[in-house]
Each structure stands twice: as C-alpha cells, then as structure tokens.
C-alpha cells in the first residue's frame, strides 16, 4: 500500500498504473479491432466487384504499430492529471503521428489505386495510364507537402513565414536544377498534350522504336534492333517527331517504267492493269494510276493507292502480291520492263 501511496509528479502512483493498465488495454484493443475488421471486410470483397474495399484493406494494411502505441499513450494520459509541459508534448506527438498515419493511409491508397487503374487500361489506353501516372506523383507531392506543413503547424511552426522563404529559397532551387525543371515541364507536356503514349512507334531523326516508358526527366524507345534509346523529355520535344502509331492508313506510292518500245495500244492498258492488281488485294483502297512521264530510259506510270492497315507487314504482304500480279500481267501482254539502257547512233562520214 506504501506504494500506491507515493507520488510521481505529484500523481499519485495508483492513476500511474490506472493509465498504464488503460493504455495496454486500448493497444491490445485496437490490435484485435483492426485485425478484426481486416478479416471481415475482406470476407465481404469476395462478394462485391468494386475495387474500393480492397483499396481501403490495402490502406488498412500500412498502420503503423508506433502509431498505434501513441494513440494508446495518449488513451491512458486523459485519465492522469499531467503538468501543462507534458501534456502538451503528448498532445503534439499524438496529433503528429496522426498527421503522418493518415499521409500514409491516402498515400498507400493512392498508388493502389493507381496500380489497380494501370492494369485496366494500358492495352485499351495508353495515353490515360501515363497522365495518371503524372498525377499520382503530382497528387503523392501535395499530400505529403500538406501533412508536413500541418505538421509544423501542430508544433507551433510560423507556416506563413516558412512558405514565404520557400519562394524565395524556391526560385534559387529553380536556377539551380532549371535542366530538371526543364525536363519535368517537357514530361507534363508530353501527359498532357499527349503528342505519343507508350506503345507508339516513333522515327525520331536516324532513330526508331515502339515507346516502352514515359518519365519525369526521360522517355525509353525499344528500337528495332533491341537495344534501348533513352531521350531526355525537353530533347525529345524540340526534335520533330513521326508517330506511326497514330497513322490509321497507310499511303503508298510507287512506280514502274516500261520500254520506249511499249506499243500505245499497251500503254493505255497498264493504269487498268495495275488498278487490277491493287483492287484484287484485301484491305486496300486504289487512288490513282498515270503515266507520268517520258524518263531518260523508260516511261513511267505512278501509282498511288491506301492499305488500310497502317502496320507495315501488311503493307508489305500487300505490295509484294501487287508487284507479282502486275508482273504477270506484263508477261501475259508482252509488256517490258525498263532497265537503264543507253543506245549508241554511229554514222559513217563519206569521202
């Protein structure tokens, strides 16, 4: 009885143990409460289809065992009269950790979300995946911006003076990192103009590939050869940039020559010839066929016509069933290719 009748900050030890025995009690408590209720809201995703239950689950699974000791501490404090010092410590850690347990909750549920949303649609759309992959970073940097300034707040931090000297102090971080800033603003403008979206095939100068990877400082081409090409963003904006993943047909021009030989009887016949040709094909859509021009060695008919798949082995199943078809008929009608020939006129001068 001597014991309890002591005192410890002029608290006598019997509420010291009153709030120790409280504050295992609401530990012990929200253990079994939290693994409770993990257990049965998992039981209950099993019936629905909603991705929502299973983001808070995920969220759920991130509580910290630190925070909820504080939160215990702070159970058992309410029922002891503390020196004002103290309890104000106390307070400020438990709203601290608080402020940080609930970063970590919506942080967590974010990137769940955003990994759920990246495994729906990167087939059905690419361009969607990489604008929330930019704000998921945006919307993960301005939560943690906030749980830091409230934070300091709670600890009696001047926030109005401290983000005053973060724009000032921000503008020499600006100059400092401008080529990052650079290439982070590029990125942005890639997410939101979406000029190409991973899976497009690009032919940037000498260089080609299929986009695997879109950044905040770099963008990753898979070339045809197998290697990867990385291009800084604000590099890859200023160059010009063809994307046939967005070409839905694909035009194709090409010509033959025939001989000066060629009697005009067949020349009006190889415009139907080739039309022929290209109509007989799947897929494809004729433009027009003209005998263009008299060359140094041939006359020569220009054809232009669609394939209506833009991919390039179609295309090229295509025009090699064209080039063969026309090449019989040629053949059928006696009709000569022409090759680079030249002819030598010799005269004999006369005494």
Do not use: C
């Not at 000297?165 to 401008?178: H, K, N, P």
């Not at 095939?201 to 990385?230: A, C, N, P, W």
């Not at 160059?239 to 021009?253: D, F, K, L, P």
């Amino acid at each position: 009885m001597d014991f309890l009748d002591q005192t410890l900050l002029d608290i006598p030890m019997q509420a010291w143990l009153t709030a120790l025995g409280v504050s295992i009690v609401t530990f012990l408590a929200l253990l079994v409460i939290q693994q409770v209720f993990i257990v049965r809201l998992e039981k209950l995703t099993t019936r629905t289809k909603t991705q929502w239950d299973d983001l808070v689950i995920h969220a759920l699974r991130k509580t910290k065992l630190l925070f909820l000791i504080i939160v215990s501490v702070f159970g058992g404090s309410v029922l002891i009269d503390l020196p004002s010092r103290a309890d104000t410590i106390i307070r400020q850690v438990s709203m601290v950790a608080l402020l940080i347990q609930a970063g970590i909750w919506l942080s967590s549920g974010l990137l769940f979300w955003l990994k759920s949303y990246r495994e729906r649609e990167l087939e059905d759309d690419p361009a969607a995946v990489t604008t929330m992959n930019a704000i998921g970073f945006v919307g993960r940097l301005i939560l943690w911006s906030l749980v830091l300034l409230l934070t300091l707040d709670n600890l009696g931090v001047d926030i109005t003076a401290l983000v005053a000297g973060l724009g000032v102090g921000g503008i020499a971080v600006a100059l400092a990192v401008q080529n990052i800033l650079g290439d982070l603003f590029s990125s942005l403008s890639i997410v939101l103009d979406k000029p190409f979206v991973i899976g497009d095939f690009l032919v940037l100068g000498d260089h080609m590939g299929s986009v695997e990877y879109i950044g905040l400082k770099t963008t990753r081409v898979r070339s045809l050869s197998g290697e990867q090409l990385v291009f800084a963003n604000t590099d890859l904006l200023k160059s010009r940039i063809r994307n046939y993943g967005r070409m839905a047909e694909r035009r194709v021009v090409f010509t033959i020559g025939v001989t000066y030989q060629t009697p005009r009887e067949h020349l009006k016949l190889i415009p139907e010839i080739i039309r022929r040709a290209i109509e007989a094909q799947e897929q494809t859509r004729f433009d027009r066929s003209h005998f263009r021009s008299y060359g140094d060695f041939a006359l020569n008919f220009e054809t232009v016509y669609y394939v209506l798949d833009p991919a390039f082995g179609p295309y090229m199943d295509i025009q090699q069933a064209v080039n063969l078809a026309i090449h019989e008929a040629f053949e059928e009608k006696g009709i000569e290719f022409a090759y680079p020939t030249q002819t030598l006129f010799v005269m004999k001068e006369t005494a």
